[in-house]
């Protein structure tokens, strides 16, 4: 505890410092904010492994030029200063949004990105949410009414590129800069897209123990991933690829684009690679041949993921009675609610919520019962030992294992204590019989 509440400071106090300086360069987030061109600003020269033979990736893609790919459109809609905050940033949650998704992104505001639930939970770890969105060309109301929608929420951006499917590679080019250029000192970042549901509950707790990881500079703290070497596909409707853009057979390991979170170290990492490295869609294996020429591992969490294939049930996964002790954590939406995202994201999430609520109220009824208990008579530790074995694994029925081992945790050191206290009584008690009996005699 005391180590997570050291960890704690360190990184509030290394926050502060690169806040200040990032302050000081305000002139050049001013000058991006008005639009002006991004060219490779942020740019890191950052060198390419060396193309190994028995890789699935071309040569090519190892031997292109530097700044072959140096994405310079403009931004549009900004919201600059929303990672300036007296409070580092735990984590950066990158929504890759489509401009017509009004609805998913009110969804998701009023669910696992609302403001109001991650403050009051999760006070200590500051979480920002922003929707990344392209250009809807000539559609003058729909820009007019998202540009009033980043007036509104102050979590919408925009580049100039033309919003589409196939444009996702541009869009999370997108990310990878913007977390780079405006919020570098972000400890994790999240890049998602609109139709995944997160237990923020389940993930903040589990990105906190991934920073004691020795890896996790190096390597995708939360993926679902898709290992080498899974076959190209060149016919298919959604994901179809020419062999001018990819002419290998077969994909490197890559993190599927629905979700993942890595360090802000590597996020920066793939970007200054993105800029020496062709671009093509689909945008999930691009991102895998980034990382092989970087060198960058993948915590393969695909446990953690539900209903991202037809072989999964969102609602079956998160409806289970085993959920809370699950490593189940992101639900994605569309594969099961091509039609209803919005109302699935709002079904899965209340669903979240009523597991969370229900645990929380069985923990307290427990703590009641327990503390009257002890205030009320001596408890002897088998008594204790008893109470704590029925009370945790048949009333919580395993609900939530990490609320379970800290409960038994304490009451097994309580118990030990008393148990202690009662010998050490019972042989102060009998050595006093011992030395008075002696004397008699």
């Known amino acids: 505890m005391y180590m997570m509440d050291l960890d704690y400071i360190l990184m509030e106090l290394t926050a502060s410092f690169i806040l200040l300086a990032f302050a000081m360069t305000g002139g050049e987030s001013s000058a991006l904010a008005a639009g002006k061109t991004w060219g490779t600003k942020g740019y890191d020269n950052i060198e390419s492994r060396p193309?190994?033979?028995?890789?699935?990736?071309?040569?090519?893609?190892f031997k292109a030029g530097k700044q072959c790919n140096p994405h310079p459109y403009k931004l549009t809609i900004n919201q600059?200063?929303?990672?300036?905050?007296?409070?580092?940033?735990?984590?950066?949650?990158?929504?890759?949004?489509?401009?017509?998704?009004?609805?998913?992104?009110?969804?998701?505001?009023?669910t696992w990105l609302s403001p109001g639930l991650l403050n009051r939970h999760f006070p200590e770890h500051n979480v920002v949410p922003l929707f990344l969105v392209g250009s809807p060309g000539n559609n003058t109301t729909a820009q007019s009414a998202l540009e009033k929608e980043g007036t509104l929420h102050k979590d919408v951006i925009q580049e100039d590129f033309i919003d589409s499917y196939r444009n996702l590679t541009l869009k999370?080019?997108?990310?990878?800069?913007?977390?780079?250029?405006?919020?570098?000192?972000?400890?994790?970042?999240?890049?998602?897209?609109?139709?995944?549901?997160?237990?923020?509950?389940?993930?903040?707790?589990?990105?906190n123990a991934q920073q004691f990881n020795k890896d996790v500079l190096n390597q995708f703290s939360l993926c679902y991933?898709?290992?080498?070497?899974?076959?190209?596909?060149?016919?298919?409707?959604?994901?179809?690829?020419?062999?001018?853009?990819?002419?290998?057979?077969?994909?490197?390991?890559?993190?599927?684009?629905?979700?993942?979170?890595?360090?802000?170290?590597?996020?920066?990492?793939?970007y200054s690679m993105s800029i020496d490295t062709p671009a093509f869609f689909p945008d999930d294996p691009w991102i895998g041949i980034l990382s092989e020429k970087i060198g960058l591992g993948f915590l393969d969490t695909h446990e953690s993921f539900a209903g991202i294939s037809h072989k999964q049930s969102v609602i079956k996964s998160f409806t289970s009675n085993t959920y809370l002790t699950s490593p189940v954590m992101i639900g994605v939406t569309d594969y099961d609610f091509p039609n209803s995202v919005p109302?699935?994201?709002?079904?899965?999430?209340?669903?979240?919520?009523?597991?969370?609520?229900?645990?929380?109220?069985?923990?307290?009824?427990?703590?009641?019962?327990?503390?009257?208990?002890?205030?009320?008579?001596?408890?002897?530790?088998?008594?204790?030992?008893?109470?704590?074995?029925?009370?945790?694994?048949?009333?919580?029925?395993?609900?939530?294992?990490?609320?379970?081992?800290?409960?038994?945790?304490?009451?097994?050191?309580?118990?030990?204590?008393?148990?202690?206290?009662?010998?050490r009584k019972s042989n102060q008690y009998l050595g006093k019989i011992v030395k008075v009996g002696t004397k008699h005699l």
Request: with cysteine; proline share 5%.
């Open 80 to 110: 600059p200063n929303v990672c300036i905050t007296e409070k580092s940033v735990f984590l950066l949650v990158l929504v890759r949004s489509k401009i017509s998704h009004i609805d998913r992104r009110a969804t998701l505001r009023k």
């Open 225 to 270: 991933l898709y290992p080498c070497c899974t076959r190209v596909w060149r016919n298919h409707p959604k994901y179809s690829i020419t062999k001018e853009d990819y002419e290998g057979s077969a994909w490197p390991s890559y993190c599927s684009g629905t979700a993942y979170v890595a360090h802000s170290n590597v996020i920066h990492k793939l």
């Open 172 to 207: 999370t080019t997108m990310a990878f800069k913007w977390a780079r250029l405006y919020c570098p000192h972000a400890q994790y970042v999240m890049v998602g897209s609109d139709e995944v549901v997160v237990d923020v509950f389940k993930l903040i707790p589990f990105l």
């Open 343 to 423: 109302e699935a994201l709002r079904r899965v999430w209340n669903i979240i919520m009523d597991h969370h609520q229900n645990n929380a109220s069985k923990v307290k009824a427990f703590k009641n019962r327990y503390h009257q208990e002890l205030n009320e008579t001596y408890i002897d530790p088998r008594k204790l030992r008893h109470m704590l074995e029925q009370e945790i694994y048949y009333q919580m029925g395993y609900s939530s294992m990490v609320i379970n081992l800290i409960i038994i945790a304490f009451l097994a050191f309580l118990a030990n204590k008393l148990y202690s206290w009662h010998i």
């Open 51 to 61: 193309w190994d033979p028995k890789s699935p990736v071309p040569e090519i893609f």
